[in-house]
């Protein structure tokens, strides 16, 4: 009874180990991740052309944040979400430009 006893110890205790080395492991991978950025101030995102270069921005910004994933699926899912993500923000900035042009020409 007592061997069962100190190989449940010892199992949980290794359990312990790795568990609380998770968190570590999560910070080393997260910490070298720089946030994904596009600059879209120098582009007029109402017409095709400021669009299209977006996209080229875009997509390279993806590549660049997913370059640590090592597997081919892990670094797809990763740049399709970073585009998701740039595309919804890429919406709002393009109302933003539209609503200031409108208010804009409105007051001349």
């Known amino acids: 009874m007592q061997k069962i006893n100190t190989l449940t110890n010892t199992i949980s205790s290794i359990a312990m180990l790795a568990l609380a080395a ?9 910490a070298q991740a720089a946030p994904a950025s596009v600059k879209v101030a120098d582009l007029n995102l109402a ?3 400021g669009v299209t270069a977006f996209n080229h921005r875009a997509d390279y910004a993806a590549r660049k944040f997913c370059n640590t994933e090592l597997s081919l699926s892990a670094r797809a899912n990763c740049r399709e ?3 998701v993500e740039l595309s919804e923000k890429l ?11 409108a208010t804009t020409f409105a007051a001349r």
């Open 47 to 49: 017409s095709q052309a």
């Open 91 to 101: 919406d709002a900035i393009r109302s933003a430009q539209v609503s200031r042009a």
């Open 22 to 30: 998770l968190p570590i492991a999560a910070l080393a991978t997260g």
């Open 81 to 83: 979400g970073v585009r």
